[in-house]
């Protein structure tokens, strides 16, 4: 079984700030790690992903994720914040890599503040 | 651009009617393509997931009778949501794995009156 935490729905920061998105997982065999962004009305964009290697891993947008096995964590960060980062984030799991096995965590609205 | 699209983007229908929304992948060809719902401020559900020339595979609770899924060509797949209630009305998205990564469609937001 696999599941994932995101840890507040909302998020706000003031433009230029730091963003930080909290996601915890589990599960029982070696996991892959997505974060997506989603904005109104639209579908979901990849934004990095985590399968094996480097626990640092960097995105599209400025963003980056860092997998941290013992913690079972991987947050989202990025070093100053932009309006037009305001937008939906969910982070994903899938146990197996296997797409039709990608569990949803339940998303962060983050909201900058200009 | 886009790699994944779906149409249309919005549809209103009375209750009772049925709706068909296609998921087309762009420029690949897409054995699986899966269908998602998701609710206002919640995440995505996966409803089901279409193969190309065989039936799809639904996932636990959800009706297969009542979300008539095809996949007819590797391009093209498409949900249809019959005799359509207000509980129907959601966001449904598709998405179609190519070179490791999940595209997804821009989603169809469906409002039953």
């Known amino acids: 079984a696999q599941s994932v935490t995101q840890l507040g729905s909302h998020v706000s920061v003031s433009e230029g700030a730091l963003v930080l998105l909290r996601c915890n997982y589990s599960s029982s065999v070696p996991p892959y790690l997505f974060w997506y962004v989603q904005y109104p009305n639209q579908g979901l964009q990849l934004l990095l992903k985590?399968?094996?290697?480097?626990?640092l891993v960097k995105g599209i947008n400025g963003f980056e994720a860092e997998f941290k096995k013992s913690e079972t964590s991987f947050h989202l960060t990025k070093p100053s914040a932009h309006m037009s980062d305001a937008a939906e984030y969910f982070c994903?799991?899938?146990?197996?890599?296997?797409?039709?096995?990608?569990?949803f965590g339940i998303g962060t609205k983050l909201q900058v503040i200009p | 651009g886009a790699v994944v699209s779906q149409h249309p983007s919005w549809v209103i229908c009375k209750s009772g009617t049925s709706v068909k929304i296609e998921c087309r992948s762009l420029d690949f060809q897409a054995t699986t393509m899966f269908w998602y719902r998701q609710f206002p401020k919640q995440s995505l559900m996966l409803m089901a997931t279409s193969n190309e020339g065989s039936k799809a595979t639904y996932e636990q609770g959800v009706e297969k009778d009542k979300f008539l899924i095809n996949h007819a060509s590797l391009t093209l797949s498409t949900l249809t949501v019959t005799s359509a209630h207000p509980e129907d009305s959601s966001f449904y998205i598709c998405s179609a794995p190519r070179t490791g990564e999940l595209f997804f469609g821009e989603g169809s937001r469906l409002t039953v009156l």
């Open positions: 994903a799991v899938s146990a197996s890599g296997g797409y039709q096995k990608v569990t």
């Open positions: 985590y399968t094996t290697g480097a626990t």
